[in-house]
């Protein structure tokens, strides 16, 4: 970062303000993989595994933050309820993440982490997939020696991940003006796209007969709770 970025104003739309917290929780979720990567308490397979867990938290929140800066032409409605279907599925978030030209961290992220969900955060779906009660190991659903196992694959995902935060930073490096008009606006409109977007959304499957979650369920909610910076944002309404 340039010391020049430190003196521009930094954007103001709502629809930085929400990137801009989905940086933070990739920054964070990167943070914590570094600490507790080599921890020597986790080095045993699931410590290595929750660990991991974490940069894959930081993939999808980077991805989501490039998704929502890659649709600044479009309504900031269309642009979040596009990244929040997408859900957990890495590979509907590069679909959309277009920040940058340069595609290549990109695609290697959804060619190395796509088929590897946080499910993986619990021991139980944990050893199914990687050491499968009653099945060979080479039927396994997932090579742990060749993924979570194998520090030059791993290290080599994080690299990407900070490219990618790297890229995006200087969206939101700058100062914020003093303009009490234009910080009251941005909290009027944080407030307004919660109760216009998120809350109708959220309560509309108890308030009428009509499935509104995304997923077409009324019964369920694939949007994966209030988990990153961002939801619990949208879900406190504290700007």
């Known amino acids: 970062m340039y010391a020049a970025d430190l003196f521009k104003s930094k954007p103001s739309s709502l629809l930085h303000a929400i990137a801009e917290h989905f940086q933070n929780d990739s920054r964070d979720f990167a943070t914590r993989f570094d600490v507790l990567w080599e921890n020597a308490s986790l080095l045993h397979k699931m410590g290595r595994t929750k660990s991991f867990v974490d940069l ?4 999808e929140c980077v991805l989501k933050a490039h998704a929502l800066l890659s649709q600044t032409g479009q309504p900031v409605e269309e642009a979040y309820l596009a990244v929040r279907r997408s859900g957990h599925d890495l590979r509907k978030l590069v679909s959309l993440a277009n920040y940058t030209p340069d595609r290549t961290a990109y695609e290697r992220l959804a060619d190395n982490v796509a088929e590897l969900q946080i ?3 619990y021991s139980f779906e944990a050893y199914e997939t990687f050491f499968p009660a009653w099945t060979g190991r080479n039927d396994a659903e997932m090579n742990y020696i060749a993924t979570i196992s194998n520090n030059h694959w791993v ?7 900070q490219t990618l935060i790297d890229a995006s930073q200087p969206e939101f490096t700058g100062f914020i003006g003093d303009d009490i008009e234009t910080i009251l606006k941005g909290e009027a409109e944080m407030r307004q796209f919660y109760d216009e977007i ?8 108890t308030q009428s007969n009509r499935a509104t979650i995304f997923d077409g369920n009324p019964t369920s909610n694939n949007m994966g709770g209030a988990s990153t910076r961002a939801d619990l944002q949208l879900s406190t309404f504290k700007v």
């Open 56 to 59: 894959l938290m930081s993939v």
């Open 119 to 121: 499910h993986l955060r």
């Open 155 to 161: 290290l080599s995902i994080r690299a990407d991940v």
């Open 198 to 205: 998120i809350k109708r959304r959220r309560w509309a499957p």
